[in-house]
């Protein structure tokens, strides 16, 4: 890395899931060979086995690669808007990775803090935050996961998870060529070989690349920013040469290396004059030379062995590296007055071995055990230029590595003590140690100066799960659940002025939740609905805080008390062969119980909206295929997706304030012989200009970041097998 420089559509539905369902190479297998089967039976390995997706008692939203590629998502904040009840934060670089589930988010800050949400890919922790936004070209489907999910995802899945889970190679020969060109001069390529090498050993290759202009001008520099600039490639081997048993081994590699901005100034304040030189949505004056850069690589090795008794024994081992590095412009002018350089390395091993017992008439259930060594390090530091007021040219400098060992062991089991009634619980320990080394070292006098402080700290957590359902009718299941989740507890590893509240405490939630799932009419109408209410204690907040000298500190503190509440409705419905339509919304209430001196000694934020939680989001998609013959088929997608207000901020000022904003998008194509798929595309078609993120800078600039605008485009997919 540079260091500078369907026939039935898809539909949302909810069930239960464990992250590393797919490492199962017979559930991998098993969901191949259903994803074809009409709506009335849709089989999913929810509790690690085999199950209809109505009878498993879990909020959850699943989405296969049709649906995808419907809604032209290419990596995973592209389906923000399909997805009920979840923010992606900000959009202006995939290296943030904030995820917002129920109205509660956050992302990595720096080394010392953890994200709320986890992504795994193929049962393997992704890591940090920065490498959420996966490519999502080769996906089978994605499961996003709702409420506190520790049992079986473990720490730092306090609001949930995301699963990705990816195609496997098959004993089928097939060739797969898929282009897409489009406005901004968009140029996307991707190749995907699928080879049998002998009767036991399959293996697959994907290669991609993918070029845009960008839809924002810097009119200091004369350039264009936001463009795309991405190449990622897969290999992956499946061996089953053995009775009984498969190995499954994958590679993967992605760079993102574009120049882009975090955000663009909404005012002028004093000297800092970049919103009057650029006042348009999607126009800055910065005088850096802005640019972002990211690299993921990592190995996946999964084994999976059936007993004679149907046992399944499982083994997933990852190994990942992560790297990114991003230059900032800090005032938002063509004034050289700040610039700021976040950079990050990442390197992680884990380690799960998982026992599935068989599903008898009234028990099944699953152990397991899970490991974790991940190291961070950084060397992120921030320049005061020459026309900064008395301290032009100076600097700040904060190089730290810090270390995660966790240690797992869980299980998690099904009860059926009746016809109708069932219960299922589970629990986790987690034994957690982190440490860290941090300095500062800074010239610009606004900063400490600290070098080689080092800290540890050992956490050990349970994480249980208990739930009660009543299955009222073949159809309708009537489930209700309360479990834990936990995010650790670290440091403010950032460019600090006070060591006061370096060292924050774990955070925890308790989530209640009752639920319903039906099918009606004949499974023509599938009904599920959520009420949930999570409470959060010593809940974790990151912000920057003016001092009564007019200066700022950043603060990373345990804010005190959170609710997040609300009801989740999932609807699918099928009119007749050729049309469906999927519907889902959200009414969620998220708010601080209690932040005292939230903003500053005095100023508290008890009953203030949390950052990036709209009460209101709903999504509705129409989806239409007619067969003209049996080698000529035409289809058709709309979609609408809404999002009510919002603050970016916990101070809740109406210089944070998002308002309501929605987008619709299309897609109409023709396939022929099942070999060619060719496609017109439009995102954004009415050219909306939402702002999406809204706050002010380490400076005092108010600052933003606008969703991008209308793109069209042509898909041509060819198909051999």
């Given at each position: 890395?540079r260091?500078?420089k369907?026939?039935i ?9 464990c ?7 017979s ?7 259903t994803?074809?089967l ?5 089989i999913?390995?929810a509790?690690?086995?085999?199950e209809?997706?109505?009878?498993v008692?879990i ?10 590629s419907?809604i032209?998502?290419?990596s ?10 979840i ?17 509660v ?5 720096n080394?010392g803090?953890d994200?709320?949400?986890?992504v795994y890919?193929?049962?393997?922790l992704?890591?940090?935050s920065?490498?959420?936004?996966q490519s999502l070209?080769?996906v ?14 473990g ?5 949930g998870a995301i699963?990705?889970i ?13 282009a897409d060109v489009g ?20 293996a697959?290759?994907l290669?991609?690349?993918t ?17 795309l ?8 081997f499946?061996?089953?040469?053995i ?5 499954d081994?994958g ?5 993102d290396?574009?120049q ?8 002028d304040i ?7 030189l ?6 800055v004056?910065?005088n ?6 990211r690299e ?5 090795v999964t084994?999976h062995?059936?007993t004679t ?8 081992t ?9 230059l900032?412009e800090?005032d938002?002018?063509p ?15 884990s ?5 599935v ?12 055990v899970?490991f ?6 950084t ?7 020459a026309?900064?007021?008395s301290r032009?040219n100076t ?13 797992s062991?869980y ?20 034994h957690?140690?982190?440490n ?8 610009t ?12 700290k050992t956490?050990?957590e349970?994480?249980?799960?208990i739930?009660?359902?009543f299955?009222?009718?073949?159809n309708?299941l009537?489930?209700?659940a309360?479990?834990r ?5 670290g440091?403010n ?12 405490n774990p955070?925890?939630?308790i989530?209640y939740e009752?639920?319903?799932k039906?099918?009606?009419f ?16 010593d809940f974790?907040?990151?912000?920057f805080?003016r ?5 700022t500190?950043?603060?990373?503190t345990?804010?005190g008390e959170?609710?997040?509440q609300g ?5 699918n ?5 050729d ?8 009414f969620?209430?998220?708010?601080f119980?209690?932040?005292k001196?939230?903003g ?13 939680a709209?009460?209101?989001?709903y999504?509705?998609a129409l989806?239409?295929?007619h067969?003209?013959t049996e080698?000529?088929?035409f289809?058709g997608?709309?979609?609408?997706g ?13 210089v944070n ?7 619709a998008?299309s897609?109409v194509?023709?396939?022929v012989?099942n ?20 706050s002010?800078?380490f400076?005092?600039v ?6 991008p ?5 042509l ?5 051999y097998n």
């Amino acid at each position: 890395m540079r260091k500078i420089k369907p026939r039935i559509p898809i539909r949302s539905m909810y069930y239960y899931s464990c992250l590393s369902l797919t490492m199962s190479s017979s559930a991998a297998i098993l969901a191949q060979e259903t994803s074809s089967l009409s709506i009335d039976e849709v089989i999913v390995t929810a509790q690690m086995r085999q199950e209809n997706i109505q009878s498993v008692p879990i909020a959850i939203g699943v989405y296969n690669s049709e649906f995808l590629s419907n809604i032209g998502a290419s990596s995973l904040t592209d389906t923000e808007y399909a997805i009920p009840n979840i923010n992606f934060g900000t959009g202006g670089r995939n290296t943030r990775g904030e995820i917002s589930i129920r109205g509660v988010g956050a992302y990595s800050r720096n080394i010392g803090s953890d994200a709320r949400a986890v992504v795994y890919v193929d049962g393997v922790l992704t890591g940090r935050s920065s490498t959420f936004d996966q490519s999502l070209l080769d996906v089978e489907r994605i499961e996003v996961l709702r409420g506190p999910q520790g049992t079986l995802s473990g720490a730092n899945a306090i609001v949930g998870a995301i699963n990705i889970i990816t195609q496997a190679p098959t004993n089928k020969p097939s060739f797969e060529l898929l282009a897409d060109v489009g406005n901004f001069d968009l140029r996307s390529t991707t190749g995907k070989l699928n080879l049998p090498i002998t009767t036991d050993l399959y293996a697959s290759l994907l290669v991609g690349k993918t070029e845009q202009n960008g839809f924002v001008h810097n009119v200091t520099l004369d350039r264009d920013l936001q463009g795309l600039d991405r190449e990622n490639a897969k290999l992956k081997f499946r061996y089953v040469g053995i009775e009984n048993f498969t190995l499954d081994v994958g590679f993967d590699y992605l760079n993102d290396d574009t120049q882009s901005s975090n955000a663009q100034a909404l005012a002028d304040i004093g000297n800092f004059k970049g919103f009057s030189l650029a006042p348009g949505p999607r126009d800055v004056a910065h005088n850096a030379d802005e640019f972002s850069q990211r690299e993921l690589n990592g190995t996946t090795v999964t084994g999976h062995y059936l007993t004679t008794q149907r046992y399944e024994l499982i083994s997933i081992t990852g190994l990942r590296k992560a790297e990114f590095s991003e230059l900032s412009e800090e005032d938002y002018s063509p004034l050289d007055v700040a610039t700021s350089l976040f950079d990050e390395k990442n390197t992680q091993v884990s380690q799960e071995l998982r026992l599935v017992s068989p599903q008898n008439e009234t028990t099944d259930y699953v152990v397991g055990v899970y490991f974790l060594d991940q190291d961070v390090s950084t060397e992120r530091h921030a320049n005061l230029g020459a026309h900064f007021p008395s301290r032009s040219n100076t600097s700040i400098t904060t190089p730290a590595s810090a270390n995660t060992r966790s240690y797992s062991v869980y299980s998690n089991g099904n009860w059926r003590f009746t016809d109708k009634w069932e219960a299922t619980g589970g629990i986790r320990y987690i034994h957690e140690t982190k440490n860290m080394d941090y300095s500062s070292l800074d010239t610009t006098g606004l900063f400490i100066n600290t070098k080689n402080l080092r800290d540890n700290k050992t956490y050990n957590e349970f994480l249980p799960k208990i739930g009660l359902n009543f299955h009222y009718s073949p159809n309708i299941l009537m489930y209700g659940a309360i479990s834990r989740g936990y995010r650790s507890g670290g440091w403010n590893a950032d460019f600090l002025s006070t060591l006061e509240n370096f060292q924050f405490n774990p955070e925890y939630a308790i989530n209640y939740e009752l639920g319903i799932k039906s099918t009606f009419f004949d499974d023509y109408l599938t009904l599920n609905t959520a009420a949930f209410s999570t409470k959060f204690h010593d809940f974790q907040v990151f912000q920057f805080v003016r001092t009564n000298a007019g200066g700022t500190i950043i603060s990373y503190t345990n804010a005190g008390e959170v609710t997040s509440q609300g009801l989740e409705l999932d609807a699918n419905i099928k009119f007749y062969s050729d049309l469906s339509m999927s519907f889902n919304a959200a009414f969620t209430k998220a708010k601080f119980d209690e932040f005292k001196n939230g903003g500053g000694v005095g100023i508290d934020y008890d009953n203030n909206d949390l950052p990036f939680a709209p009460e209101h989001s709903y999504y509705v998609a129409l989806d239409y295929q007619h067969d003209f013959t049996e080698n000529l088929s035409f289809y058709g997608h709309i979609d609408y997706g809404y999002s009510g207000s919002y603050f970016s901020n916990p101070d809740n000022k109406p210089v944070n304030a998002i308002t309501h904003h929605n987008i619709a998008n299309s897609r109409v194509g023709i396939k022929v012989d099942n070999d060619w798929d060719i496609s017109l595309w439009v995102k954004n078609i009415t050219n909306e200009t939402n702002l999406r993120q809204r706050s002010v800078s380490f400076l005092g600039v108010p600052r933003g970041y606008y969703d991008p605008p209308r793109s069209y485009g042509l898909t041509v997919k060819y198909h051999y097998n």
